[in-house]
């Protein structure tokens, strides 16, 4: 049971990271206390694209780099995680994920490799 000095952690999940979902994220940060809530990004990228900059970014106008938002970096008091929703039970309010499968490490010690 808690007592009434400990504060009562809310987890908040904020599916998909478009424009919404990147500064509904920051919004929050902004306005919670520390510790108040857990926010947690889902999007099976870890970045953002600004889709009005794309165009831009082709002609050689602005350099690419400025066209993606790296989630992790722009949002480091969030969790972020890579993948998809697939189920929501608003009942249990409970959501299931699926996660990108792992990415095999390789060695390149020999050199028979390259």
Do not use: N, W
């Amino acid at each position: 049971m808690r007592s009434q000095d400990q504060p009562v952690l809310r987890d908040i999940v904020l599916v998909g990271g478009g424009h919404v979902g990147l500064y509904s994220a920051l919004r929050l940060q902004q306005r919670l206390r520390p510790g108040e809530a857990e926010i947690t990004l889902v999007d099976p990228k870890s970045y953002m694209t600004y889709q009005p900059f794309l165009a831009e970014a082709a002609a050689g106008t602005i350099d690419p780099r400025h066209v993606v938002v790296p989630f992790r970096r722009v949002l480091p008091g969030c969790r972020v995680v890579q993948g998809r929703m697939t189920a929501l039970d608003a009942a249990t309010r409970t959501l299931t994920l699926t996660l990108p499968p792992p990415v095999p490490r390789t060695s390149f010690s020999d050199s028979s490799q390259l």
